[in-house]
T-cell receptor
């Protein structure tokens, strides 16, 4: 158990819908990262928050957004969902702005 | 952008054999990390490397940070059935001011199958 929690474990929704994925980092970690894992693209970095502020952005679509709250948990919002958004979404956390990252169990999103 | 080439793509070995896999990059990384992922679960951190030339062990696992900072390898000795899974390398670079970029760039993964 990495100490990073993610909910829900599975999510099935229709195209055009909006979903919210939630992540709680390990106790004491200030950074939260979001990654997408698909068969064709592998593990891709989406976005990082550090202590409530956006720190780095990767290949994140404009339809996707995230935030980190004062209690350090983070939410990833995916809107206007398309079939191609079906993937595993992982949250990771680290103590500082970089360094070792510990991954949560992931949320499997299926868009039908 | 940065890309990591991980090889081999897959390996089929007998229990007790040693395994070696590696990652190469077109650009420099300041940290190399190795993860293992079981089906339907999140990647688990195995070993982290912070300095060029560093050799680090974690039980039967040994990893090295290449001198050029553009490559790393992972060895697993005396493999056992529970070593089955997908192994990923990941690189992290550093900003001009010295702090790390948080973003990890991942290799494509090595699928390891161990036959009892």
């Amino acid at each position: 158990d990495s100490g990073v929690t993610q909910t829900p474990k599975h999510l099935i929704t229709a195209t055009g819908q909006r979903v919210t994925l939630r992540c709680s980092p390990r106790s004491g970690d200030l950074s939260v990262y979001w990654y997408q894992q698909s068969l064709d693209q592998g593990l891709q970095f989406l976005i990082q928050y550090y202590n409530g502020e956006e720190r780095a952005k990767g290949n994140i679509l404009e339809r996707f957004s995230a935030q980190q709250f004062p209690d350090l948990h983070s939410e990833l919002n995916l809107s206007s969902l398309e079939l191609g958004d079906s993937a595993l979404y992982f949250c990771a956390s680290s103590t500082g702005t970089g360094g070792d990252q510990y991954f949560g169990p992931g949320t499997r999103l299926t868009v039908t | 952008g940065q890309q990591l080439n991980q090889s081999p793509q897959s390996m089929f070995i007998q229990e007790g054999e040693d395994v070696s896999m590696n990652c190469t990059s077109s650009s420099i990384f300041n940290t190399w990390l190795w993860y293992k992922q079981d089906p339907g679960e999140g990647p688990v951190l195995l070993i982290a490397l912070y300095k060029a030339g560093e050799l680090t062990s974690n039980g039967r696992l040994t990893a090295q940070f290449g001198i050029t900072r553009k490559d790393s390898f992972l060895n697993i000795s005396a493999s056992i059935p529970s070593d089955v899974g997908i192994y990923f390398c990941a690189g992290q670079s550093r900003r001009a001011g010295g702090t790390s970029y948080g973003k990890l760039t991942f290799g494509q993964g090595t699928i390891l199958t161990v036959h009892p």
